[in-house]
């Protein structure tokens, strides 16, 4: 029994086991006792009663209308919400999506965020000195050729000339000559490097090759992962930090790429979290993208100030969302048009389509949901309407049924 990992008397043992709390509930009590020392019988008591009242209070009813209760209690304060695309995220005027339109992404479930966004924590060793935190910089943000030095054009030679920046180079960890390997990699041209100077050109003399050429090596990532533009270091107080320091190095990305982000060496890959459900669908699974819907949703009602609304109704958003396995959006190509009732489907969106389809299927509805049966007139099973009330066949005794 879970009991025994807690060095607490068999009364209060006892105390706490003879109630009707969830056994993580439970665990809590005996910690919370635990960690208090020496707690009296009587105290034991009023803790574990006052546990249990408030659990008792915060229990749903038998027939309360949790899904309408939810929609009301997010799209009550969402009516508030600033429609502002961007704000300052304090993070070096880094451009983060807030607010309405960031709601709006998630209850999509958008394959990819307008502006897609890592948080990067790092190793301890990595996590507060400055300098290995920069190594970690380079191997994560796209380094292109305009970042390592100066391009020009020798159009009398039809030649590429690329001037790098010793500087640039060193700080960066690449060579001159991985450079010009790259190059000859990607662009399948022959190049010729001397010190930091590399050039090439077309097999044949052609300006228009030329400049294609000029063209296609701007596009070449010569280090890093090509979907992260840009990444900005801050150092920040972090609470509980691994590394027993009061301030860590965090880095935030413009771009996505959790995946290969994971695999850096120095990346704490179990605080490292982006902004793209789907990535972290794919990388971690259905039960960390869930965890992530509902703390996304929360903070983006919490950036406006709404932060007032109980967390278990975005719980059960995300709920309706993952309990697929899967990562579903709430609209018409997702929950909403996956609902058994036809006339449920109707009432959201396209709906002469829902309609005609219905009709050429011999479609039933059998009216068990509230819209439905608020479309038709219809007493909603729900709460009083649940109950039909009939008169007894002796006395004039009432019964429910």
Request: one cysteine or more; hydrophobic letters at 40%; proline letters at 3%.
């Amino acid at each position: 029994m879970m009991v025994q990992e807690f060095d607490v008397s068999d009364d209060v043992a006892a105390l706490v086991e003879d109630t009707d709390l969830p056994r993580r509930l439970k665990d809590r009590v005996y910690e919370t006792i635990e960690d208090n020392g020496d707690v009296t019988v009587e105290q034991a008591d009023e803790i574990v009663r006052a546990v249990e009242n408030q659990y008792l209070d915060s229990r749903v009813d038998p027939l309360d209308p949790v899904g309408t209760v939810s929609a009301q209690s997010i799209g009550e304060p969402g009516t508030q919400m600033t429609m502002n695309t961007f704000h300052y995220a304090g993070v070096a005027e880094m451009d983060v999506t807030q607010g309405l339109p960031r709601l709006i992404e998630l209850v999509d479930a958008r394959k990819t965020p307008d502006t897609p966004m890592m948080t990067v924590y790092l190793e301890p060793e990595y996590a507060t000195e400055r300098e290995m935190a920069h190594e970690v910089v380079w191997k994560i943000e796209a380094t292109k050729i305009l970042a390592l030095g100066d391009v020009s054009t020798n159009v009398a030679d039809m030649r590429v000339v690329i001037s790098l920046n010793s500087e640039t180079l060193e700080e960066r960890a690449i060579t001159a000559e991985q450079v010009a390997e790259t190059i000859e990699d990607h662009l399948g041209v022959k190049t010729v490097q001397n010190g930091t100077t590399v050039e090439f050109g077309p097999e044949e003399p052609s300006y228009r090759d030329l400049l294609q050429l000029v063209e296609e090596l701007r596009d070449i990532t010569f280090k890093g992962i090509e979907d992260v533009s840009r990444v900005v270091i801050r150092r920040e107080e972090i609470e509980d930090a691994p590394s027993g320091a009061d301030e860590e190095f965090v880095l935030y990305t413009e771009g996505s790429a959790f995946g290969d982000v994971l695999e850096i060496e120095g990346v704490d890959d179990s605080r490292t979290t982006c902004n793209n459900l789907h990535e972290i669908y794919r990388n971690l699974g259905v039960e960390a993208a869930r965890e992530s819907i509902i703390e996304e949703t929360y903070n983006a009602l919490a950036e406006q100030g709404l932060g007032d609304v109980n967390v278990r109704h975005l719980m059960l958003v995300a709920d309706m969302m993952t309990n697929e396995g899967t990562i579903e959006a709430i609209g018409r190509h997702g929950i909403s048009g996956s609902k058994e009732s036809v006339l449920a489907r109707a009432a959201f969106e396209v709906t002469v389509n829902h309609l005609l389809n219905a009709a050429i299927h011999g479609e039933v509805d059998r009216l068990q949901g509230v819209i439905e049966n608020v479309i038709v007139g219809k007493p909603i099973k729900i709460g009083t309407g649940d109950v039909d009330l009939r008169m007894g066949s002796t006395g004039g005794d009432s019964r429910a049924d």
